[in-house]
């Protein structure tokens, strides 16, 4: 008989010795799309790859730090922050001063001033483009003098823009101004040299002659008051000049050859040179505050 076809070919026992490595494939689970080659080759996990930490977070950090570098802005300078006293224990002659209605006050040319004042002046008014001409400039000084109280003409224009009816102003050393002789000021014309110079010269004579009247009046001796103050040294006549002013209560700036006269006939003692020569840093301050401006106050 002639044999089958399902058995043709096939000897005995092939199925029991298939090849394992074909078992091996169909038992082995396949591999997924898209995996990698090296994968499969190590027979193993992919290692994961090391991250790198994620940041802190600093941001509260950041703004406290940033709060503490930001300097909070100063505040707006103002006339009475720069209002003060002199120590009147280092001043020759301790007495009030008659006249004075305000404080002292600071101002931007005063060697003393202290730091934290000058750190808060308002900034300048912004210059416009290009070149100003003169009425521009002075627009420009004006506005910075109406808002800088430590400018030097601050209290003149703030006297004028108060106008005659207006509250009392008062210089850097307290004493009222006088309206009308500010607006002369500000209202004085185009002066010529030879007027200037005629106008100083009469200025110092008259402050010789006031000055040799008061060494006479005050002084004991006056030859000796001559040789050691009056060729020597200004601000001592200017100290007896303000205890003249002190003794009958009038003030220091209207002091005058008059003035001088009612001080002698009301018996005031006079004083020994000597005790006259000396003065302290204190009273040099306060005489260059009364002399500033004196011949616009009231």
Request: positive net charge; contains cysteine; proline residues 8%.
């Amino acid at each position: 008989m002639a044999p089958t076809h399902s058995g043709a070919g096939k000897p005995p026992g092939d199925d029991a010795s298939e090849s394992p490595k074909l078992k091996e494939l169909e038992q082995a689970p396949t591999r997924k799309r898209n995996a990698s080659s090296s994968q499969a080759k190590q027979g193993g996990p992919a290692k994961r790859r090391k991250s790198s930490p994620a940041p802190v977070a600093k941001d509260e950090d950041h703004d406290h730090d940033q709060e503490a570098e930001d300097p909070k802005p100063l505040p707006r300078l103002r006339t009475p922050d720069l209002e003060f006293d002199f120590d009147r224990s280092k001043l020759k002659d301790p007495r009030p001063t008659p006249g004075r209605e305000a404080r002292p006050r600071y101002e931007e040319m005063d060697s003393y001033l202290p730091a934290e004042l000058a750190a808060r002046r308002p900034p300048s008014p912004t210059k416009p483009k290009g070149r100003l001409n003169a009425m521009q400039k002075e627009r420009l000084y004006a506005q910075k003098s109406r808002e800088d109280p430590l400018a030097t003409f601050h209290h003149l224009y703030r006297c004028r823009d108060k106008g005659r009816e207006g509250s009392p102003t008062y210089d850097c050393a307290g004493f009222q101004l006088d309206y009308d002789k500010v607006m002369g000021w500000f209202g004085g014309g185009a002066v010529s040299k030879k007027a200037m110079i005629n106008g100083m010269t009469m200025a110092v004579s008259r402050a010789q002659s006031l000055e040799e009247k008061i060494a006479k009046a005050f002084f004991d001796d006056f030859e000796e008051a001559r040789e050691k103050i009056l060729e020597r040294s200004r601000m001592s006549i200017e100290l007896a000049k303000d205890t003249i002013s002190k003794d009958p209560g009038i003030p220091w700036h209207k002091i005058g050859h008059e003035e001088i006269d009612l001080w002698e006939k009301q018996g005031f003692k006079k004083n020994k040179v000597e005790d006259w020569l000396t003065y302290s840093e204190e009273d040099r301050r306060r005489y260059m505050k009364m002399l500033a401006g004196g011949k616009h106050r009231k």
